[in-house]
Nanobody
């Protein structure tokens, strides 16, 4: 089993920045994928960004050039979000993948003036 704890959400004005972090615990593989998805009210959950332990990253089209995903070890992943827009408002979920998908509880990000 894998448990995920997210932190860093909150309220920010348009154009501002936030940094999300996620830490995994339990049975963690040395090679895995971790990333972030988000879900806004009335919409489907969508990919924000994922990154492998080897550093290969994939971004959703709507965040390319504004968000950066990174990781230093197999247990953590960080999402730096810049130039935030009201459309970025959503619950952000951390996901760990190795043989199965594990999800965090989610952290709210609200972009509003």
């Amino acid at each position: 089993q894998v448990q995920l704890v997210e932190s860093g959400g909150g309220l920010v004005q348009p154009g501002g920045s936030l940094r999300l972090s996620c830490t995994a615990s339990g049975s963690i593989a040395s090679s895995n994928d971790m990333g972030w998805y988000r879900q806004a009210p009335g919409k489907q959950r969508e990919l924000v960004a994922v990154v492998s332990t080897g550093g290969t990253a994939i971004y959703g089209d709507s965040v390319k050039g504004r968000f950066t995903i990174s990781r230093d070890n197999p247990k953590t992943v960080t999402l730096q979000m810049n130039s935030l827009k009201p459309d970025d408002t959503a619950v952000y979920y951390c996901k760990y993948r190795y043989k199965a998908d594990y999800w965090g509880q989610g952290t709210q990000v609200t972009v509003s003036s």
